[in-house]
């Protein structure tokens, strides 16, 4: 069984990196299951806190090392799974928000066009000002983690190609273009093993509806057969190569099926169509990105700190924390291990309340 004592391990795309955290597993899978038997049960405030630390006591005795921070991390995890109200403003604000990334709008400059976007519909209200500045900050962080968690999970996993699919509107409407498309990589994940992370955009020349992905496909996964040939690009006014896929071809029309390596997603290259082509109309749009089952964006092990450290990356002002740079033969390549103790710890946990 793995340790109950591991450290999270992500990777940057030139090294594996860890905080230097420990993390007990066991115990923060017996908060989260207290959390949601009590949620479950209709509590909250004070009486959802006292039903988790009592559960908690219960399970692990009153002389426990962990029970002097666990008031600490009781009162974290309500507030983070804590609901936040929507305000009658947010649509708009959401709207003008968008409206203003597209613009390439920051700062000031888009803190003032939200504001006059929100006067124009709802007059000066009182708390204008702190609430745009609030949902800005919100709406940014947003933005920011799921780049993050995007990029962790790019690095961290070995794809094998970037596959773009086509809207034809001679087949489907927009609605079920992606209805079935979403259908169609998720039988494929279950049957052939694809792991996949896409999302979808519309072309600036056309309008024109495509999906983009990237994606793992395992040595006999592949459905149909992929073959090269030449398209005219009028993005770059000349004929160019791709990688067509037969049965995508039939069922949804055109399509590439671009093989790429480990190198095409690495650090040195993040700033080419590969990463940032996806993540660009995640902000610009603000698509949801697909994913498969089965891509996390960090792996747990064991490290040793005398002989497995090669340095610490003391400003990484991107994290604000101090990350530690693995030496290359500290984590193995191939299947990423299982997360240890997670959620098969909720069904021993059902006695603790």
């Not at 908060?31 to 909250?44: E, H, I, T, W």
């Amino acid at each position: 069984m793995a340790a109950l004592y591991t450290h999270k391990i992500y990777h940057d795309g030139g090294s594996f990196l860890t905080t230097g955290y420990v993390y007990d597993l066991e115990r923060k899978a017996c908060v989260d299951a207290l959390y949601d038997n009590g949620v479950a049960l209709g509590l909250f405030d004070r009486a959802l806190h006292d039903y988790i630390r009592n559960g908690f006591i219960k399970r692990y005795g009153f002389h426990d090392w962990y029970l002097v921070q666990l008031d600490e991390v009781i009162t974290r995890k309500m507030q983070k799974r804590k609901e936040r109200e929507p305000e009658i403003y947010d649509g708009v604000f959401d709207w003008y928000f968008l409206d203003s990334v597209k613009r390439g709008l920051t700062g000031n400059k888009q803190a003032l066009y939200i504001k006059e976007g929100l006067i124009d519909n709802f007059g000066d209200f009182e708390g204008i000002d702190d609430y745009v500045t609030d949902s800005v900050k919100r709406k940014l962080g947003s933005f920011h983690g799921r780049c993050r968690r995007f990029r962790r999970k790019t690095f961290l996993h070995g794809w094998t190609h970037f596959v773009t699919v086509t809207f034809d509107d001679k087949r489907d409407t927009p609605d079920s273009f992606r209805s079935r498309l979403k259908k169609c990589f998720s039988n494929l994940h279950t049957r052939n093993g694809w792991k996949y992370m896409g999302v979808f955009e519309t072309g600036k020349r056309n309008n024109r509806l495509h999906f983009h992905a990237l994606v793992n496909i395992p040595d006999g996964g592949m459905i149909g057969t992929v073959r090269k040939v030449k398209r005219f690009s009028f993005e770059k006014r000349r004929m160019v190569e791709c990688w067509e896929n037969s049965h995508f071809k039939t069922e949804f029309g055109v399509n590439d099926f671009s093989p790429i390596d480990g190198i095409d997603i690495s650090w040195k290259n993040v700033a080419n169509k590969t990463v940032n082509y996806i993540l660009k109309y995640m902000v610009k749009n603000e698509e949801k990105i697909f994913y498969s089952r089965a891509v996390p964006d960090c792996r747990y092990d064991d490290i040793d700190f005398q002989n497995d450290i090669a340095a610490p990356i003391r400003y990484k002002l991107s994290e604000f924390v101090t990350q530690y740079v693995l030496f290359d033969d500290v984590i193995d390549d191939g299947e990423l291990p299982e997360k240890p103790l997670s959620n098969k710890w909720a069904s021993l946990l059902l006695d603790v309340s």
